[in-house]
């Protein structure tokens, strides 16, 4: 549960520190590239809390992880970067956390 408050909490205090001015747009930004978590659907079973999403998830892989990074890079989708970074960062915490390990598999 924490880990999820998490998820809505992080960018928000981003938002706050950097986007104060525009921090409506940027917090919706960053709270939709949630999104991202669709691919737990193709999971069976969809939620398994033992399970690291890190390297098993289709859009949770290391390569689309950097593609993420990159996207911080861009002004035009830095927030779409940022918001996605974040959550791929709170996601390998929660897997060092549970398993001891950063991405599953390793």
């Given at each position: 549960m924490?880990?999820?408050?998490?998820?809505?909490?992080?960018?928000?205090?981003?938002?706050?520190?950097?986007?104060?001015?525009i921090w409506k747009v940027a917090y919706f930004v960053m709270i939709a590239t949630?999104?991202?978590?669709?691919?737990?659907l193709f999971a069976n079973p969809i939620y398994d809390p033992s399970r690291c999403s890190i390297g098993f998830h289709p859009l949770h892989?290391?390569?689309?992880?950097?593609?993420?990074?990159?996207?911080?890079?861009?002004?035009?989708?830095?927030?779409?970067?940022?918001?996605l970074s974040i959550h791929m960062a709170l996601d390998a915490i929660d897997c060092q956390v549970t398993n001891g390990v950063w991405l599953n598999g390793y």
């Open positions: 924490f880990h999820l408050v998490l998820h809505f909490v992080v960018p928000a205090v981003i938002t706050g520190l950097f986007y104060r001015k949630m999104l991202v978590d669709i691919d737990h892989q290391v390569w689309f992880i950097a593609l993420y990074i990159a996207l911080c890079f861009f002004p035009k989708t830095r927030l779409v970067g940022l918001g």
